[in-house]
């Protein structure tokens, strides 16, 4: 058994805790964190505890449990209270210390500050989120390679889903046989996500005019769902002939997410949800050109959507009776990471970034069409890499 | 379609309603909350948006999206400081106005606070935390009955368990099937949970030594988990002849819980782990017995620990390498409710709370024994109700 507490390689670890420590310094002298993503995205292990890092310096880990893994600089810390008594000792008082108050409740972040407060009464407390935001947009190629090995897996998966499905389904059949193969692909089944405005099982399988139905969450699709409970997605309808089936099914196959839509359709469909669909397609191979270095995201959403006004169907473009203000969005270890690609989006891509694309459209009748794609913006000019590599045509479950 | 918010019948929503407004009572003049359980608690549906509710009067809805629900004294809101603008236009300043400061982020409950400041400059803030998490504590008797359907649904799952199974099946696969089983019985699959200590998928499936692996997370077992970044449950081990198989996957079929853990075993196993079994059986029929109103959840959990010590299994109660320090815990619509059944725990039982009890013992080369039932706590003297009835005893997947 590996008993140290740092997983990634000597290299990989060196560079993410640099790359850690230039975001604590962009705001602060030290930082104490305990999200459970950031912990993974620093170690390449969720533990339960806090490290401190100090924009120069080595950090200091405490577990709340797990002490199997206890070593030089990591210690079994019960409480914050006792770790932050162990940091003083070792360490100088910083200016700033930056906590993360996007993340962490309201409670928690007042606990922390009071346990450093009674060590460093003059330390000054600030918001760690946004640079721990912009560092996480940017992944390193190890991370970069975690998501192609995701993308490789999840396209497996979406590969098998015509002879998954069988005549007389419902959008929630086939959506718990799709689980089940992702499942057996390995898929985690867990679906990470930052803020409160999202809740979701393993993704969406939408079907007819249940596509057109608002959510509260701010997904790109609704969807009905099948209870008030959770009221997204499938809602329990028979796919019908001349409806299509968007199928949006998460990949987290490696601890890193990669998204994926593919639509499909039972017999022949309207030449306008036809047209639609190839225009999802067209959005998203002139955003991957569009996305190299520099550019701001805010360009992207403006040129899709001019795509979309061009062809009459704004009104169709991300939602109908209910629209979402973006066409994609960073992931990594989380599904809603840095940048977005929305209208008052004030990111610029840069290399390294992940950005999952997904201009998708509802007609009225049929049902939702489009694509999406996760892409890795890269340097030289190049077009954003796909990394998701199902084929986009429609595909006919009745055939 | 009901283009009513409140999708709760009357008598049941003036109910709720009116338990809300003494807990707001009980801790400030009036409380603003936007948490999705809490507004799923009280309106029975999941909406993205904000209730403030007066410690007396009616309360007012601010919706973020979804604004098909817009009706009297439910409008449109797309920010808080929107909404707060409309709450102050309409009500009288509250000297107190209580916030989600546990389940919120502090940024979030921040800027919810300088909202109101803009409104009201002195009205001072505390914390609804506590106040909701007692009234959540106690289920309605609407409530109870959807866990009671949560239940049945979960013991037909169950039942079908040693028919899942087929030889040479690892602990994954056979949790891959009975998430769809559980998912075609119509479990929605979302595990909400309280606070930053738990991550999870559908449930846990255990066999042999994986069960003493210690997790990070809050749970009564651990297991190393199919990958760094979800360390809990299945890791992929054959099971073995000689070898328990618990299977912990969880019930939620109406948007509220239940939790129930059966044992299972491939050909004859060890002596000691019948014994610890038929144990944990033992604890829950007298831990029911005593689950009065009145009761010190302390004193139950004393009970238990002191059964196991008797049984000269101390050691391996909740856990060996690493012990839980719970014996049980209230839930409903997240895993982690009150109250919990701990040696330091300051809850005292009451009719109607909702209760998980789940004495495990890992047994050295053997696996994890024992069961988790889910009771109700009743009124004259009664032992609490168990709403989780598949068979308790050790089925030998061999048969």
């Not at 914050?80 to 070792?90: K, M």
Request: hydrophobic fraction near 40%; glycine fraction near 10%.
């Amino acid at each position: 058994m590996n008993r140290s507490l740092i997983l990634l390689d000597h290299d990989e670890y060196t560079l993410r805790l640099s790359r850690m420590q230039q975001a604590v310094a962009s705001c602060a002298d030290a930082a104490i964190l305990s999200d459970k993503a950031t912990l993974y995205w620093l170690t390449g292990r969720v533990f339960a505890g806090f490290v401190y890092v100090p924009a120069d310096g080595t950090p200091l880990f405490g577990l709340r449990r797990c002490v199997q893994f206890e070593s030089d600089g990591v210690t079994a810390e019960r409480k914050i209270e006792d770790f932050a008594r162990h940091v003083a000792a070792a360490m100088p008082a910083p200016g700033q210390l930056a906590l993360e108050m996007d993340s962490s409740s309201y409670s928690a972040v007042a606990r922390i500050s009071a346990a450093f407060a009674a060590q460093w009464p003059d330390t000054e407390t600030v918001n760690a989120g946004a640079a721990l935001r912009a560092m996480r947009a940017v992944k390193t190629p190890q991370q970069i390679e975690m998501m192609r090995r995701s993308g490789l897996r999840q396209e497996a998966v979406y590969r098998r889903i015509p002879a998954i499905y069988t005549p007389g389904m419902t959008d929630y059949e086939l959506q718990v046989e799709i689980e089940r193969e992702s499942r057996l692909e390995g898929c985690l089944g867990q679906f990470r996500t930052a803020g409160d405005e999202m809740e979701l099982f393993m993704g969406n399988v939408l079907t007819g005019d249940n596509a057109d139905t608002p959510s509260p969450y701010d997904f790109a699709m609704g969807g009905a769902g099948m209870d008030p409970s959770l009221p997204v997605g499938a809602d329990g309808s028979v796919i019908r002939r001349g409806c299509t089936v968007m199928v949006d099914v998460n990949g987290n196959y490696t601890g890193y997410m990669t998204d994926m839509t593919r639509t499909y359709r039972l017999g022949d469909i309207p030449a306008e949800a036809l047209r639609a669909h190839e225009l999802s397609r067209e959005i998203c191979r002139r955003l991957a050109e569009m996305g190299t270095p520099g550019r701001p995201a805010r360009e992207m959403y403006e040129t899709a959507l001019g795509m979309a006004r061009e062809a009459g169907l704004e009104h169709r473009f991300m939602g109908h009776r209910q629209q979402a203000g973006f066409v994609g969005h960073g992931l990594g270890i989380e599904i809603n990471e840095a940048p977005v690609i929305a209208p008052r989006s004030r990111d610029i891509l840069a290399e390294g970034m992940c950005i999952a694309l997904e201009p998708k459209f509802v007609i009225a009748g049929v049902g939702a069409v489009g694509i999406e794609n996760t892409y890795v913006v890269r340097a030289d000019g190049r077009p954003m890499e796909c990394i998701t590599n199902a084929p986009e045509e429609i595909i006919d479950l009745d055939k």
